[in-house]
């Protein structure tokens, strides 16, 4: 069965700094994996997306993440927050094949502190 | 605008009584999700569909119907609710193909039962 583990329910950054969200996953076979992000009162939105192509994978907002699989890690960051990444982000994994379920992690809410 | 709609946005309801979330999307995506967001659960899937015709069990059934009548409708009903009930829902959809494009989602329907 394939899991995410999300580090960090809730996040705080000061606006320019460096913004790190952790997540680790678990799945029997090479995944697909993804970041959302979600603001207030709106659906999912995704921010990128790994499918086995190059290991860094950029997204939307200058966001970025890198599969590590010798860590099982797909650790989202961005060099420089801004007030507007202030959301709840979360890490998912799918198996490629079959009808490709995807498994959502619990979530970490991000704080850009001014 | 393209996309995926869910029907009502909010809607309170009494314990027992029923009701039907409806979820559109106009982008002809062969596979429908319905899941429920929870604090501090992240999002479990309900159930979801492959196409038209067809319905498979998530991971939270329970308490749960679903229907696909048509390719771009995914309705989702309540046949008693209970205050267990309570929670946020979201209506996601995919395009099938081999590499896994990642889900659209809806902005959710907010469903309070007392």
């Known amino acids: 069965a394939q899991s995410v583990t999300q580090l960090g329910s809730h996040v705080s950054v000061s606006e320019g700094a460096l913004v790190l969200l952790r997540c680790n996953y678990s799945s029997s076979v090479p995944p697909y994996l993804f970041w959302y992000v979600q603001y207030p009162n709106q659906g999912l939105q995704l921010l990128l997306k790994y499918t086995s192509a190059a290991t860094l994978v950029k997204g939307i907002n200058g966001f970025e993440a890198e599969f590590k699989k010798s860590e099982t890690s797909f650790h989202l960051t961005k060099p420089s927050a801004h007030m507007r990444d202030a959301a709840e982000y979360f890490c998912?994994?799918?198996?490629?094949?079959?009808?490709?379920?995807?498994?959502f992690g619990t979530g970490t809410k991000l704080q850009v502190i001014p | 605008n393209a996309g995926v709609t869910q029907t009502p946005k909010f809607r309170v309801l009494k314990t027992g009584q029923s009701m039907t979330l409806l979820c559109a999307q106009d982008m002809n995506h062969e596979y429908m999700y319905w899941y429920r967001q929870d604090p501090g659960m992240g999002l479990r899937l309900i159930h979801y569909s492959v196409g038209e015709g067809t319905t498979a069990k998530g991971e939270v059934p329970d308490g749960y119907n679903v229907s696909r009548l048509k390719k771009q409708n995914f309705l989702l009903g309540l046949e008693s609710a209970a205050p267990s009930q309570t929670s946020v829902y979201f209506c996601a959809s995919r395009l099938l193909g081999r590499d896994n494009y990642g889900y659209t989602f809806g902005s959710g329907t907010r469903l309070t039962v007392v």
């Open positions: 998912a994994v799918s198996d490629p094949g079959g009808y490709q379920k995807v498994t």
